[in-house]
């Protein structure tokens, strides 16, 4: 395969260039249009900063500045959510997932084993989330954690919970038991041979569970719609909201999109092969 | 799920059934069987109960009329004493806008999933050789994926407007240098047959990549003897993605289907940002439909009731797909 | 030791910045306290609370938070906290006709009668002080908004000779203020797509720009169509009959306005299906289309320099009415003309959550947001969303000449609006427990038929279907008893 037809690599570029242009465009757009002053949004599309348009950062004033402390307080909420829900959800996950890589279960009632226990925790990963909306929201209301971080954190964990196991016990599957064994033989515990050998050789799985958990939480729309009213409101709701009467105002739309979407298009810039090998173990060995 | 090849090596055959372990092995697994218990299966359960009862806002106080016509006060805790009944399920054949949500739905997750897998397995072949900057595409088809589907939603609007959008003016430009008589437009999210599919092109712009990832790393795994082999004995481009590449992949070719597929069932937010659910009827989801039920009209037994019949339709779609897997796989895995 | 210090200082330092400001004064009544108000997205309604709350909190010491959700959310949002007990909002800025909804169960506080003196409620015109702001005796809400659709139209183009004398060539009667909705249709079917001098520009010009977008606020526009057809002079049983609750909606004169409602659509730009009011708001006053149909907000973005292309050319009417009504009692087409004006939506009211820990900052703050200088001011400033509502601003044309508003515009605006809603046979909004239910079934249905998927007749026939299953989960009795006392009806 040293040598490539000509045409093989003008396709090859072809496909490269155009697909990098139609993921990357609306990007440039979204960048630019927060730029844009109403009227040079409003008199058909203007496509570069000085030259057909001149940039204004007054946008950006108002969403920082004058607005700043309800964006702030959405964004703060968010990083709230999606922290909390992630700390949780590798622990649960990474123990769990050590128990069904090193362990033999033999459940009696349903009469299970390691691998239809694990099957059936994947498998609640995909019942649509629509199934819980009324009794979470009247469990939610009875115990008081309507409109709560730790309402939001709760039924997040939940969602991430089975990917996690999933992943993590990919990953100590193939992960060699010789160092928890001299561990072990040397006096540790199980529990202290899993803390101290075992979770920091399998970095790179946690980071790419937390990356998940962190990504699902940040972005999930329907039940942080559901169940925050003022305190809790992330900000795919508080992006949401801005519908109708502001969605004109692409502008405005424009700033705050790109705020909501930078932290997490920067962690998966930064942090792009534990992605890549993530999704892989999810989708593949799956 | 195709089970893995390799056996995991459990520690408990060498240092099998101390006591310590006998407690460990409960501790590792039950944080996580306790979540989902609590979590998932019990209010799936309740969800159940409450689509049989006509629970509605304001529950403490609510009245059912029996058929016979007599009034029985409810006072159930949580919908847990009320009236049972099948009036929800009773009334869904005659509930258009049921019918209409579950059409749409099970019309984004079938084109979804075909147009996405369909470009994604293009773009994997293309990208299924060494060239230079091929990181740099992994980092750029991973953007989409990252951002939150409202967001997304939001500049598929943008892009899809029909008088601002660089599209609308590129089409408006085509009209005018090919002369044509009526300029080409094209009601991406205002008419009710083009609606649906402008929120698939929505979609798939986001997860298209995920698709092409995934399929490229399966590729990356084949042997290259096995295409060395069949160049060695003649075959054409064509015939080896027809017999080697395309049959290998099947499997993964479903997960990722499946799993696309179960997502878009869930499909929510990019509707609510691009149409509301109109123009008409025309793309509102199952999921919407539950949503405006339980939170605008306070009917939580309906909503249950319909969440139900979501739930029997991503069953359905699973296990067609599980049994095709686990048709697929002995075949190729040898 | 020294962490201590440290410690020490960083405690006396957030102390003397944040959480204990030095400048409490005595005379700030609220000092500390936050009230957390929920209102819509948007300039509108929303926007004079972003700009009027820091001289509030300057003179109270309270700090508002401001909460806004897209309309379509709203509802959703504000039951949701109600129901769940979360009790995150304080003051409610919300549409009258959820009052059924709010009032009923007791989630707003009573008004206190201070609060209704310090707002001079003998000022506001009795529709909005006594009628849309309480449930039952009791007033649970303060008047801030009044709201009646109009029409408004360019008198430039409808008074133009020539054009009148070629339009009465064509259909027997020269053009003028549209009396009835026919004359409307043929008008804008006239017009439509026809080459008009606009701010000094000819360019083709559309009929019609009528809100249609679904999840909206576009289904009152619809209402105002139905009412010409629907209400019959001396009923106020208009959505239903007050015999047993039976849904007019799907009665031949509703039928017909749907039918009108979706023709329109012909006569507008293509976009139209997707536009509410806030985008029709922004393209009439740019000079695209003759005819608008929306509330008092057009009037002073008309005269807006910034916003407007047609200042003075806007002309202010009341709504259309039908030229025949369905008598749904006889069962049969009555000549009209029959103009039933509707007070779509009944306007923006305040309210204050029952179970707020700061009610009394709460009423403060929605009495000054309520006060007679605030409603003045906020009606003659564009985009706020709030139309007149007072006695005095309908007497004082000097707030409306200060606005850029030239005489003849002011008389004539305030004339549309003072007959809109002192018409013996105008029509109040849908005001019953479950309203905002009844109005989103009609909501989707209504966008069914204008997107073509399915008949008007059609489509009613559904709405009158969920209708009347709505009030037999709601309780037919319970809901009957309700709409009679809603609508003043009373046996005999």
């Known amino acids: 395969m040293k040598h490539r037809k000509w045409w093989h690599s003008l396709l090859l570029y072809t496909v490269v260039i155009v697909w990098s242009f139609i993921v990357l465009f609306p990007f440039y757009w979204l960048l630019t249009t927060s730029l844009k002053k109403p009227l040079a949004v409003a008199r058909g599309p203007r496509y570069i900063p000085f030259v057909d348009f001149n940039p204004t950062t007054e946008h950006w004033q108002y969403l920082f500045d004058e607005q700043g402390e309800t964006t702030l307080r959405h964004f703060r909420n968010s990083v709230i959510a999606a922290s909390g829900s992630t700390v949780f959800s590798v622990l649960i996950g990474s123990m769990a997932g050590y128990g069904l890589s090193r362990f033999r279960y033999r459940w009696k009632f349903p009469p299970w084993r390691n691998n239809d226990i694990a099957f059936w925790i994947i498998s609640q990963r995909f019942l649509p989330p629509a199934l819980f909306v009324v009794p979470f929201l009247m469990i939610y209301s009875a115990l008081g954690l309507v409109d709560t971080h730790a309402g939001l954190i709760i039924a997040y964990t939940m969602f991430n919970v089975p990917f996690a196991v999933w992943i993590m016990r990919d990953f100590f599957d193939n992960l060699p038991t010789d160092l928890e064994d001299s561990a072990r033989v040397d006096g540790a515990t199980r529990w202290q041979a899993f803390v101290r050998i075992v979770l920091p050789l399998s970095a790179p799985g946690l980071v790419s569970v937390a990356i998940f958990s962190f990504v699902f939480s940040w972005n999930e729309f329907l039940y942080a719609l559901m169940l925050t009213n003022f305190d809790a409101i992330t900000l795919p709701v508080f992006i949401a909201g801005q519908n109708n009467t502001r969605g004109v105002q692409w502008w405005y739309i424009s700033a705050l999109t790109l705020t909501a979407v930078a932290p997490v298009v920067l962690i998966g810039l930064l942090l792009e092969r534990f992605i890549t090998s993530g999704l892989i173990a999810g989708a593949v060995k799956g | 799920m195709q089970q893995s090849n390799a056996q995991p090596a459990y520690i408990e055959k060498t240092g099998n059934g101390t006591r310590e372990d006998r407690v460990m092995k409960q501790v590792f697994l039950t944080p996580a069987v306790a979540v989902l218990l609590l979590l998932s299966i019990f209010p799936l359960f309740w969800s159940l109960g409450i689509s049989f009862t006509d629970v509605q806002r304001g529950s403490a106080a609510a009245t059912t009329t029996t058929d016979d016509g007599t009034v029985v006060e409810d006072s159930g805790f949580l919908g847990l004493g009320f009236h049972a009944t099948l009036r929800n399920y009773a009334r869904m054949p005659e509930d258009e806008r049921l019918l209409t949500a579950a059409r749409n739905t099970l019309f984004y997750v079938l084109a979804g999933v075909t147009i996405q897998y369909i470009i994604g397995f293009g773009l994997a072949l293309v990208l299924h050789q060494p060239f230079r900057g091929r990181n740099i595409i992994r980092v750029i088809f991973l953007m989409p994926m990252m951002m939150t589907p409202v967001a997304v939603a939001y500049t598929g609007r943008m892009m899809f407007d029909t008088s601002i959008a660089p599209l609308a003016q590129l089409l408006r430009t085509i009209s005018h240098t090919l002369g044509l008589e009526r300029p080409l437009f094209i009601p991406w999210l205002t008419d009710g047959s083009v609606a649906p599919w402008t929120i698939v092109l929505i979609d798939s712009w986001q997860w298209i990549p995920f698709m092409t990832l995934i399929l490229l790393a399966g590729m990356q795994a084949i042997p290259e003897d096995i295409y060395e082999a069949a160049r060695v004995d003649g075959a054409s481009s064509w015939q080896i993605l027809r017999k080697i590449t395309f049959p290998i992949l099947l499997p993964i070719s479903a997960t990722v289907i499946l799993i696309r597929g179960l997502e878009i069932f869930k499909i929510i937010d990019v509707i609510v940002v691009t149409t509301g659910g109109g123009p008409g009827s025309a793309t509102e989801s199952l999921t919407m439909y539950i949503f405006k039920t339980a939170l605008t009209f306070g009917n939580y037994g309906y909503a249950a009731a319909i969440s139900y019949i979501l739930l029997i339709l991503v069953i359905i779609f699973a296990t067609i797909f599980l049994a095709a897997m686990r048709y697929l796989t002995p075949r190729t895995s040898g | ?492």
Not at chain 3, 185 to 192: E, H, I
């Open chain 3, 1 to 492: 030791m020294r962490k201590v210090t440290v410690i020490l200082l960083l405690v006396a330092m957030l102390v003397a910045t944040g959480i204990v400001p030095a400048t409490a004064q005595g005379d700030r009544p609220f000092e500390g306290q936050t009230v957390v108000v929920v209102t819509q997205t948007g300039r509108a309604i929303g926007g004079p609370v972003e700009d009027h709350a820091p001289e509030w909190e300057e003179m109270t010491g309270a700090r508002v938070e401001l909460q806004q959700f897209a309309f379509g959310e709203l509802f959703e949002k504000i039951i949701t906290d109600f129901e769940t007990g979360a009790g995150d909002y304080d003051m409610l800025i919300f549409p009258a006709d959820w009052a059924g909804d709010f009032m009923a169960p007791g989630y707003l506080a009573e008004v206190p009668q201070e609060i209704l003196d310090e707002i001079d409620i003998d000022d506001v015109i009795p529709l909005y002080s006594q009628r849309i702001t309480a449930w039952g005796d009791t007033i649970y809400a303060l008047p801030y908004d009044g709201d009646a659709h109009m029409l408004y139209y360019r008198k430039d183009l409808i008074n133009n000779e020539e054009y009148s004398a070629e339009f009465e060539a064509e259909y027997g009667y020269p053009l003028g203020e549209p009396e009835t909705w026919s004359q409307y249709l043929d008008m804008a079917a006239w017009f439509n797509g026809r080459e008009v001098e606009t701010a000094g520009e000819m360019a083709p010009i559309y009929g019609v720009l009528e809100a249609q977008r679904r999840n909206a606020q576009s289904y009152w526009v619809f209402l105002s169509h139905a009412a010409g057809y629907g209400k019959i002079p001396g009923n106020p049983c208009f959505f239903f009959s007050c015999d047993d609750m039976t849904p007019q909606v799907n009665n031949p004169g509703w039928v017909r306005a749907l039918e009108e409602y979706v023709q329109v659509g012909q006569y507008g730009p293509p976009e139209m299906i997707n536009y509410d009011v806030a985008d029709t708001r922004i393209h009439f006053p740019a000079g695209e289309s003759v005819f608008n149909i929306d509330w008092g907000d057009v009037g002073p973005i008309s005269y807006n320099p910034d916003a407007s292309v047609v200042v003075g050319d806007v002309g202010f009417a009341p709504l259309p009415g039908g030229d025949e009504y369905w008598d749904y009692e006889a069962g049969e087409w009555v000549e009209g003309p029959n103009r039933a004006p509707f007070i779509a939506f009944g306007g923006w009211i305040i309210g204050v959550a029952a179970n707020s820990d700061v009610r009394d900052a709460a009423f403060d703050f929605a009495a000054f947001m309520a006060s007679p200088e605030m409603v003045q001011l906020l009606a003659v400033t564009p985009d706020t969303g709030i139309n007149p509502s007072r006695f005095s601003q309908f007497e004082n044309l000097d707030l409306w000449l200060d606005a850029g508003f030239d005489r003849e515009g002011a008389e004539d605006y305030l004339d549309a609006i003072l007959n809109t809603i002192n018409h013996p046979n105008a029509v109040l909004d849908l005001r019953i427990t479950g309203s905002a239910e009844y109005l989103q079934t009609l909501d989707v249905e209504i966008s069914r038929a204008v997107a073509g998927e399915i008949s008007a007749q059609e489509a009613l026939d559904n709405v009158a279907e969920q209708w009347d299953a709505i009030t037999d989960r709601l309780g037919r009795d319970s809901q009957l008893e309700q709409y009679r006392s809603a609508v003043g009806w009373s046996p005999e």
